[in-house]
């Protein structure tokens, strides 16, 4: 698979916790940062959006497909495991993570940052020294409803993740939707400015979006809860109808 191919299925799933040809490849990982200082840390819900688009940006850089400086490295990764870790930076940190080669993507009061791929053992000094705990966030006011004419990402509602830990879920349910998608949708999507919601889904609603043919999210259970399904993918095919300015 390819950094432009579709989403893989059956026992090809890389989000899948049972052992495949995929654990044979060098394992690499998509690295983000998170800003979160002191007197003014994002709200949660912004923030996982936040880390989605982010996600499909990288994906979607001229550097990482074709023969962009990248696209090796996502192609690796995404040959092997999907893997994403994010970790949280402010001030000085922040500062020098802005430094390496990656993206800043902002959102209303969120920013992450992404990086290229790296090998699972092989990251840069002063990311690997950033803390992957302590992204506990809130939301100052409850948010509204799901965007009807854009991609939802659906959470399960029965898992207590950590903000960091959402982050990378809601960045693998981006990715899902982009392995979908044509080259045309994919190209409207990204002139739209890759607009998505995320939200906690009803127990009610959890049991509708899993039963059906939706993109869905299978965490391997390598981190903070067992292994199995945290978001469920809502509306890619909307994506179709999105039209960016010429």
Do not use: C, Y
């Amino acid at each position: 698979m390819t950094s432009d191919s579709p989403v893989p299925g059956g026992d090809a799933d890389p989000f899948r916790n049972e052992r495949t040809s995929r654990d044979e490849a060098p394992q690499f990982v998509l690295p983000l940062v998170v800003r979160i200082e002191r007197d003014a840390p994002p709200a949660r819900t912004d923030a996982l959006e936040t880390a989605a688009r982010a996600v499909l940006t990288i994906l979607s850089d001229e550097r990482a497909v074709g023969d962009g400086e990248w696209a090796q490295a996502v192609r690796d990764w995404q040959d092997a495991r999907i893997r994403k870790v994010v970790r949280r930076a402010r001030g000085a940190e922040w500062r020098r993570a802005e430094a390496l080669p990656g993206i800043t993507v902002t959102g209303k009061s969120a920013q992450v940052r992404v990086f290229p791929p790296v090998p699972l053992d092989g990251w840069p000094k002063d990311l690997a020294k950033l803390q992957v705990s302590g992204t506990d966030l809130d939301d100052p006011e409850v948010p509204g409803d799901a965007d009807p004419t854009a991609p939802v990402l659906w959470l399960n509602p029965e898992l207590d993740m950590s903000a960091g830990k959402t982050m990378a879920q809601t960045g693998h349910g981006a990715q899902l939707a982009w392995w979908e998608l044509s080259d045309a949708a994919r190209t409207a999507w990204r002139q739209a400015g890759f607009p998505l919601t995320v939200r906690t889904a009803t127990p009610a609603r959890w049991a509708e979006l899993i039963g059906g043919e939706r993109p869905l999210v299978r965490d391997a259970g390598f981190t903070e809860i067992a292994p199995g399904l945290t978001v469920a993918v809502e509306g890619h095919d909307r994506v179709g109808e999105l039209r960016g300015e010429e």
